[in-house]
Every structure is written in C-alpha cells, then in structure tokens.
C-alpha cells in the first residue's frame, strides 16, 4: 500500500519578502535552542541559536524570537532570497538529566522563495 | 576545514546483508551522533558519543543496529541484517562538547535496503 509520510508545513514566499517560520517546543525544561536549514540532498546546516536567557537574537537577515510562556519559536528570515527555500527545523535540548546534549528535532517546514 | 565526511555516500544492499557506515567527525570536536531521516518519522536521533564513550543509545531501533566509536576521529553505524524499513538518509554529526555547542551534520548515508 502507498506509505504515509509527514505532512510538513509548508510557507512560499516572493523574493524579497519577509519570512516567518514558526515552531511549538514540547519540553518546558528545554534551554537551548537551535535552527536549521536543510537543502535538497545535504545535511542540516546551523542557521542560529538562543538561549533560554533570552527572548530575542538577530543574525545576518535572520532573527528567532523565543516565548517561553507558550513554548514557542520563530525564525524570521528578511528579504528572502530563492537561495533561502529549503526545510528549516528547529531543535530544543536542556542542560540536565540522562538527555543531556541530546536534540529534539521538529518535524520541518518547507520554506518556497519564487523569483 | 574538511567538516564532517562520510561514506559511503550512497548504499544499495540486499535485505539481509551487513551494512556499515562511517563516519570521521571535524577534528577536535569531542562528541558525535548518528541521526537517521526518513519521511516517515522525520530525523530522529539513534545514539550519541562524548569523548569516544556512548552516552544515549535509547533511539537505537533493535538489536540489529549497533554503533562504535574507536577513537576521537572515527565511528561507525553498523546494520546486522539490514531489512527494506531500514531504508533512510543517515546522518553523524560532531560538536565541540554537548552543553549547548551547535552540531555539524555531514552530507549523509542514503542507504536502500531492497
């Protein structure tokens, strides 16, 4: 029979427009926080990280927002480019325990940037 | 700087057959992990290494699957006999520590089980 695989978010854009990626985090415990992009046929590639300390990080065209209160995440990507379409995850983990160091992967979305 | 390499790079095998994969991670970096990535379940982490020793092997499927790692710049994932669901992208991934240090993925292990 035909496999059933994940149903991924999916967010297309027009170059040059803002993107947001958004990702609900399951572990309250979770301090550290991390994005990755993913092209066709590569490994996951760092994009940017936060802290539990913080709220807020920008980087070159990207920002995460972190809201602890509703375990949320969010990756801001301005003036998006076509180079910019992939599938972008987002990880949590926490400093504590048996799973120290250890990532929790989202499921992904799949970022399309038309020309 | 070389990153993380593996190989091989594409694997075709029969069901049955032993499978193994490599994995050198970036030099000095003291921890490794073995991630598998199928559309079905997505990337899920199978076991992971600080200092040569194997800290979590809780997403190990089953006892046909085991994974070593000899010395700082080498590992393996073995697969003993494989089977067709065992068909993914397999990834190893190296930090410099596991408080909170970003992981650097390879290119991957797509492996076909027929």
């Known amino acids: 029979g035909e496999s059933v695989g994940l149903h991924l978010p999916t967010l297309s854009v027009q170059e040059g427009d803002n993107s947001i990626i958004n990702c609900a985090y399951s572990n309250s415990a979770s301090d550290y926080f991390i994005w990755y992009k993913q092209e066709s046929g590569k490994g996951p590639q760092f994009i940017i990280d936060i802290r539990s300390n913080m709220d807020k990080r920008q980087g070159q065209r990207v920002t995460v927002l972190l809201n602890k209160t509703v375990k949320h995440l969010s990756l801001q990507i301005a003036a998006t480019q076509p180079g910019d379409s992939a599938v972008y995850f987002c990880a949590e983990t926490y400093a504590g325990g048996t799973s120290y160091g250890k990532l929790t992967f989202g499921q992904g979305t799949i970022l399309t940037v038309h020309p | 700087d070389a990153g993380v390499i593996q190989s091989p790079r594409h694997e075709v095998t029969e069901m049955g057959q032993e499978v193994t994969l490599r994995c050198k991670p970036i030099?000095?970096?003291?921890?490794l992990f073995w991630y598998r990535q199928t559309m079905m379940r997505g990337l899920e982490l199978l076991i992971y290494?600080?200092?040569?020793?194997?800290?979590?092997d809780s997403g190990m499927p089953e006892d046909r699957f085991s994974a070593k790692m000899p010395n700082a710049s080498f590992s393996t994932l073995k697969i003993q006999p494989s089977e067709p669901r065992d068909s993914a992208v397999y990834f190893c991934a190296s930090s410099l520590g596991l408080a909170g240090d970003q992981q650097y993925f390879g290119p991957g292990t797509r492996l076909t089980v027929t």
């Open positions: 030099s000095g970096h003291n921890s």
């Open positions: 290494f600080n200092n040569n020793v194997p800290i979590d």
